[in-house]
């Protein structure tokens, strides 16, 4: 059974610029959820998907956009960059929506110069 | 009311010792309190969990307690090793699984 996996592990970005990143969820699960951890902060819901739909968001702009794929893997797009989106964003996977655990990935680092 | 208010922000604690972590939250619709340990450069990890009908779980050398009337849920690491330095987060969820999580806890064992 294969681990929750994001990608790319490091990015540097401008101002301005739009990034994508990317998140495989482990196997078996349907539900993918985003969270954006800034420094020393406890991480921060952005939102949910399941089965292809979003089902779930937190207080995060609608530049903060996101997909799930058929497999179940998902991308968090993000337009219009600014210096406070730096930060670690993760993924976490789930099996369905009844199940509690949510298993997390190793993060990808932004970074908005 | 979906806040989780977690105590110490840092803590140092002998090797050997107990450790103890503390959070607090306002919002009873909670159905679900699980505790993270994140190791620096990465994502955290699932550590154990409770449920509110439940007054205590243990699994190994972590024990959570939990006192629903009180609205406050604590960790305790037993026999503490430095190995177990990192970063705890406790989280509760409402609903679809949006976890809500604490502001983290700084452990450092120290040998």
């Known amino acids: 059974e294969t681990g929750v996996t994001q990608s790319p592990t490091h990015l540097i970005k401008t101002r301005g610029q739009q990034v994508t990143l990317r998140c495989s969820s482990q196997?078996?699960?349907?539900?993918v959820s985003w969270y954006q951890q800034a420094l020393g902060q406890g991480p921060q819901f952005i939102f949910q998907?399941?089965?292809?739909?979003?089902?779930g968001r937190g207080n995060f702009p609608p530049r903060f956009s996101g997909l799930q794929f058929p497999n179940y893997s998902s991308e968090l797009n993000v337009n219009a960059l600014e210096l406070d989106d730096s930060a670690l964003y993760l993924c976490a996977s789930s099996r369905g929506q009844g199940n509690a655990e949510a298993f997390f990935g190793q993060g990808t680092r932004l970074t908005v110069v | 009311q979906q806040q989780v208010k977690q105590s110490p922000q840092s803590l140092i604690v002998q090797k050997g010792g107990i450790s103890i972590i503390n959070c607090a939250y306002e919002n009873t619709a909670f159905d679900y309190f699980p505790w993270y340990q994140q190791f620096p450069g990465k994502g955290p990890a699932l550590l154990i969990a409770i449920r509110p009908d439940v007054s205590e779980k243990k699994e190994g050398r972590f024990t959570i307690s939990f006192n629903k009337s009180a609205k406050q849920f604590s960790l305790h690491i037993m026999d503490s090793q430095p190995g177990d330095s990192a970063t705890y987060f406790c989280a509760a969820k409402t609903g679809f699984q949006k976890l809500v999580f604490g502001t983290g806890t700084r452990l450092l064992v120290s040998p």
């Open positions: 196997s078996g699960h349907n539900t």
């Open positions: 998907y399941y089965r292809e739909e979003e089902n």
